[in-house]
């Protein structure tokens, strides 16, 4: 079939504040096809710049968008999806966000070859045989505001069911090293001794190694089963410097890569336990697939990052759904009325509380197309007075 | 004094096509500050998706746009270029582009302290008492269609007294080894025995470095400086073979470093022997400068990638120019009308044939508001029927 139509979407809450939510806007981009078809994917990212990616006029042969680069192109299976994710980012070579914006797209890309060969995209990347096991969905949400907030919301996750949660942000490393550990402490109250606690810092300790060892030994008692993100993302010496230390809790990180070889670097040059993927920066399924082999070729565990509607949840499940070794799915947990609405099915957990990859045909999801009206942001962009992008009809 | 106003600005040649020459179009930064000053900068990079960076609506507290970052914040001194670089790429996290777009921004505020203080950008970088050396200009250009054209071209460069010359891109790596063998011979041909000729292979190997090394020898009887990009700018891996077989002409590579991680991640594991930086992409004239200290601090050799104006060329020189050792600029040799016209005062060769940095404050040069005017392309965005982007005026 041939690439017919590629529409960047930006949709949005009304109010958006700065809290680490990444639920309250999103990057979606439909891609249809002269067969009638159609495929969606979503971005983590700027919706506005990604869009702009989709866009721009061409500066030379490195900056080409990406609409231009898909537009007419064949796709019949996933080779087209490879080539075409190829084509893209080399034509889009000198766009930095190039990886961001494209995520969408690729994501778009495999939902349709699924749809086209009615497979599921878990074995259109596996094959055939490729067996899908069941995922332990952490609930993901950020830190309440003091400790007491913090084990009062842990409590609540216990409550719905959750054996895994996952705390970060808001004041974690902000206040000081005895409140740290207190919210660290009344996250493992709240959630009781036998759930998997984990604990993402939000690079709040920047490129100092030191204090995200000590914070791993503090918080060791209470037994997390990561410290995330203690450094930036691109701190790559000194998180080889904090694991070559040994510290007292398994590092995770990675989910800031926005090109293969920077979540590459991050696994061999870092030396994380965990590498985290988001398949809305990196660049969609196919690159976050790459790093998932190459985190089994190391024996690290790969894991889903996830901030973003049932979209990603579906686009990063199917991703991994094929290894048995890789058990948590980043599940995020009272996101924004616009995230819970947009998929009209989304990935909620069996009986068994755990996340199982859709069967259906592509990512196997359906989106609810009222939603997305009722949250879309328009984006139209002239240039010299001409549109070089116009709000696409939802 | 208070930053005041922080304008995008895109200007075009009426027409663009896919040569790899960065000059038909650019992104400029304009900032003014409540004591009548201003500075200008300019990235070399898509200048719709930078202008998104600067205007795109908050998504949380890590994608907070350029523009919000800047205005109302205080610039006296170096201090507050520092800090303010920290600011945006912080509250920019999320955004990749982030970096591409700042840089223009970065040189901007680095011209407007030079101005305040009345001094020139280097000794602001490297101290009252910094000494600027003068650095040979390569003519830096793309190989003709042809062997033949490539020699009549050098001839060109030869007879306008560049005693050094930069040929890339165009068909090398896309016909035939014996092609390429002849475009260098011929380049050497016309440059005379003892211009110091350089090339730029434009990533055109990817991944195979082992193609790399054979050209390597191929090109090495003539005296090539060194082999640029043979291999794709995250293909880091590969650099390392490449080097570690110890090719027969030195390595040159980072015109492609979007963040100073990046340029370290190049020299210290791509090893290679010369690190390209370009000062309109890593975000600005303050990542180049720590990555020049790094390129001291382990022997290897800084040379600026500049394919833009003589903005970008006053902002490059001003990163190198009190190292002695540093002596090669980049320099573009007949790049489009617009990029030739919009410096009243570009930096031109002097009677010996080199270039030095300007000793009038900040970048030391002065918009030609007339040819900005005359290539400007308006660029407005509105999302909802709310304009977030309205053409500046200039």
Same mark, same amino acid.
């Given at each position: 079939?041939?690439?017919?139509?590629?529409?960047?979407?930006?949709?949005?809450?009304?109010?958006?504040?700065?809290?680490?939510?990444? @639920?309250?806007?999103?990057?979606?981009?439909?891609?249809?096809?002269?067969?009638?078809?159609?495929?969606?994917?979503?971005?983590?990212?700027?919706?506005?710049?990604?869009?702009?990616?989709?866009?721009?006029?061409?500066?030379?042969?490195?900056?080409?968008?990406?609409?231009?680069?898909?537009?007419?192109?064949?796709?019949?299976?996933?080779?087209?999806?490879?080539?075409?994710?190829?084509?893209?980012?080399?034509?889009?070579?000198?766009?930095?966000?190039?990886h961001h914006?494209?995520s =969408?797209?690729?994501?778009?890309?495999?939902?349709?070859?699924?749809?086209?060969?009615?497979?599921?995209?878990?074995?259109?990347?596996?094959?055939?045989?490729?067996?899908?096991?069941?995922?332990?969905?952490?609930?993901?949400?950020?830190?309440?505001?003091?400790?007491?907030?913090?084990?009062?919301?842990?409590?609540?996750?216990?409550?719905?069911?959750?054996?895994?949660?996952?705390?970060?942000?808001?004041?974690?490393?902000?206040?000081?090293?005895?409140?740290?550990?207190?919210?660290?402490?009344?996250?493992?109250?709240?959630?009781?001794?036998?759930?998997?606690?984990?604990?993402?810092?939000?690079?709040?300790?920047?490129?100092?190694?030191?204090?995200?060892?000590?914070?791993?030994?503090?918080?060791?008692?209470?037994?997390?089963?990561?410290?995330?993100?203690?450094?930036?993302g691109d701190?790559i010496?000194?998180?080889?410097?904090?694991?070559?230390?040994?510290?007292?809790?398994?590092? =995770?990180a990675g989910e800031g890569s926005g090109r293969y070889h920077d979540a590459e670097d991050m696994l061999?040059?870092g030396?994380v336990?965990?590498i985290q993927i988001d398949v809305g920066r990196i660049g969609?399924? @196919?690159p976050a697939?790459r790093v998932?082999?190459l985190?089994?070729?190391?024996?690290? @565990?790969?894991?889903?990052h @996830?901030?973003?509607?049932?979209?990603?949840?579906?686009?990063?499940?199917?991703?991994?759904?094929?290894?048995?070794?890789?058990?948590?799915?980043?599940?995020?947990?009272?996101?924004?009325?616009?995230?819970?609405?947009?998929?009209?099915?989304?990935?909620?957990?069996?009986?068994?509380?755990?996340?199982?990859?859709?069967?259906?045909?592509?990512?196997?999801?359906?989106?609810?197309?009222?939603?997305?009206?009722?949250?879309?942001?328009?984006?139209?962009?002239?240039?010299?007075?001409?549109?070089?992008?116009?709000?696409?009809?939802?």
């Amino acid at each position: 079939m041939k690439i017919t139509a590629v529409d960047p979407i930006y949709v949005k809450m009304p109010e958006v504040n700065t809290a680490a939510d990444g @639920t309250q806007d999103s990057f979606l981009c439909r891609v249809r096809t002269d067969e009638g078809l159609e495929g969606w994917g979503e971005s983590d990212a700027s919706p506005l710049v990604c869009a702009a990616a989709y866009c721009c006029p061409m500066s030379h042969g490195n900056i080409i968008n990406i609409r231009e680069s898909l537009l007419g192109e064949t796709l019949d299976g996933p080779e087209d999806v490879y080539r075409l994710h190829a084509k893209a980012t080399r034509l889009g070579m000198d766009i930095q966000q190039i990886h961001h914006a494209y995520s =969408a797209a690729d994501i778009a890309l495999w939902d349709l070859v699924g749809k086209k060969l009615k497979q599921p995209v878990y074995t259109l990347l596996d094959g055939a045989s490729a067996k899908s096991f069941p995922k332990r969905p952490y609930a993901s949400v950020l830190f309440g505001d003091t400790p007491e907030l913090t084990r009062k919301l842990a409590e609540k996750l216990r409550g719905e069911g959750f054996t895994a949660a996952k705390f970060g942000w808001g004041p974690m490393g902000k206040v000081s090293r005895e409140n740290d550990i207190a919210l660290v402490r009344e996250a493992r109250a709240g959630l009781g001794p036998e759930a998997a606690l984990l604990i993402d810092a939000g690079v709040v300790w920047g490129h100092d190694w030191e204090t995200a060892h000590q914070r791993a030994a503090d918080f060791a008692p209470f037994k997390p089963g990561w410290l995330e993100e203690p450094l930036l993302g691109d701190a790559i010496g000194d998180y080889r410097k904090l694991v070559t230390r040994k510290p007292a809790v398994p590092i =995770a990180a990675g989910e800031g890569s926005g090109r293969y070889h920077d979540a590459e670097d991050m696994l061999l040059n870092g030396g994380v336990n965990f590498i985290q993927i988001d398949v809305g920066r990196i660049g969609g399924i @196919t690159p976050a697939h790459r790093v998932r082999k190459l985190a089994e070729a190391h024996n690290v @565990t790969y894991v889903n990052h @996830t901030f973003k509607s049932h979209v990603s949840i579906a686009a990063s499940i199917h991703v991994f759904a094929s290894v048995e070794s890789f058990k948590l799915l980043e599940y995020v947990q009272g996101g924004s009325p616009m995230s819970q609405t947009i998929v009209a099915d989304p990935l909620l957990r069996g009986p068994d509380g755990l996340v199982r990859a859709p069967e259906k045909p592509g990512l196997g999801i359906t989106m609810n197309l009222d939603a997305v009206r009722k949250y879309l942001a328009p984006v139209r962009i002239d240039i010299g007075g001409q549109s070089v992008l116009v709000p696409a009809s939802v």
